[in-house]
């Protein structure tokens, strides 16, 4: 599929996102600003987990206040909390810095209560007879971009710009990139004429045996991706190997180009081999994290985060596109909030567990990821008879 032979207004949205993925290296800048400043793994893990558990309430309640949401201003309401969430990340300064990092990581966390509304826009503005060749441009685009973004970003930040007070900064500059990315919402993006139902609670239809094991292939790789999170990552890169931003930018940078191989590779591939995909795919992360976990160098560590994200970005089509296939269209955004919480839920303890095995040894948690996907291939190799 072409990039013209793709709806207009779907690939705004595309577009969207490319604008957007540079600025995801706040998710590097923050944790490395917070070891900059006298934290350690486990005390980064215990504030994320501190700061998910406080969300839940808060979560329960704005999600009967804003029971509906109007799909394109749920993206910007999203844009608008980020641009909060970075503006207190700067001001994070002296005795009140605490503080203000807690309530911006709140804000961030509250934001991914919306997080369903993305899925809901591409249910709306993707073809539905072509989901799988739009995913791949959906995915190639923004990773050229966050490619280019974070190789500079990366560069400046890690070598020139290296202080807190410059992180700071920084933190400023992304925020009020947020007024225009909202401005690009309203101005470009068709208002799709529907609302949205906002459900911070749990599944409330019922699903079919399949769909029961694809919820347990859910919680098992989100258990395992959670724990390897990015405060280890950057934990062993900066503090053990005594890399900079740059560094650990590099291994992303991997990401981004395993991610976009791996569009190309989908491309070629006939879907009725979805389910081999699928299997390769979970084979490919097994490997990364077992090299992870054997405390490998820094020029190891990047081939080995390519490989994880082709076999991530391998799996990515075939698995949204079978879960749009597999959910009734009038429960569609209802479902995928429920996920949503359901991951939300695994993840509110991870991090405090991920110090806690990072402080008793920095690779652990890759070691505990390894078993959890070899025990994700075992269950999709039971389930598709390969």
Do not use: C
Request: aromatic share 16%.
């Amino acid at each position: 599929m072409r990039w013209k032979d793709i709806p207009v207004s779907a690939r705004r949205y595309i577009l969207y996102h490319t604008i957007v993925s540079p600025m995801l290296i706040v998710w590097y800048m923050l944790p490395l600003y917070l070891y900059m400043t006298g934290y350690n793994v486990l005390e980064v893990g215990l504030i994320y987990t501190v700061v998910h558990i406080v969300s839940i309430p808060l979560t329960f309640l704005l999600g009967k206040l804003f029971e509906r949401v109007n799909v394109r201003k749920g993206l910007v309401i999203i844009d608008g909390l980020d641009g909060i969430a970075y503006t207190l990340y700067g001001l994070a300064y002296g005795p009140i810095a605490p503080l203000l990092i807690f309530f911006g990581l709140l804000i961030e966390d509250l934001s991914f209560m919306l997080y369903p509304l993305y899925q809901a826009t591409e249910r709306i503005l993707y073809p539905k007879d072509r989901l799988e060749e739009v995913f791949v441009w959906h995915m190639r685009i923004p990773m050229i971009s966050q490619v280019i973004g974070y190789l500079i970003l990366g560069y400046f930040f890690g070598y020139i710009f290296n202080q807190p007070i410059h992180y700071r900064v920084a933190f400023i500059l992304f925020a009020s990139l947020s007024i225009f990315t909202i401005y690009y919402l309203y101005k470009y993006l068709p208002p799709m004429g529907r609302e949205e139902r906002i459900e911070p609670g749990g599944i409330t239809f019922r699903i079919d045996k399949g769909f029961r094991v694809i919820l347990l292939v859910e919680a098992l790789t989100t258990i395992a991706w959670s724990i390897a999170p990015t405060i280890v990552f950057l934990n062993y890169i900066v503090n053990v190997l005594g890399g900079t931003l740059f560094e650990a930018v590099l291994a992303e940078v991997s990401v981004s180009l395993g991610s976009i191989l791996a569009t190309y590779i989908v491309e070629r591939i006939d879907k009725s081999r979805a389910s081999q995909v699928m299997l390769t795919g979970y084979l490919l992360i097994t490997m990364w994290s077992l090299i992870m976990f054997l405390k490998p160098p820094i020029h190891i560590v990047i081939p080995a985060y390519f490989i994880m994200e082709l076999g991530s970005t391998m799996i990515f089509p075939y698995y949204r596109s079978w879960l749009f296939r597999k959910i009734p269209k009038d429960k569609a955004t209802t479902l995928f909030s429920a996920l949503s919480s359901y991951r939300r839920m695994i993840r509110t303890i991870t991090p405090f567990i991920a110090g806690l095995l990072a402080t008793i040894d920095p690779t652990l948690p890759y070691g505990v990821s390894l078993a959890l996907f070899l025990t994700t291939g075992i269950i999709l190799f039971r389930m598709y008879g390969l």
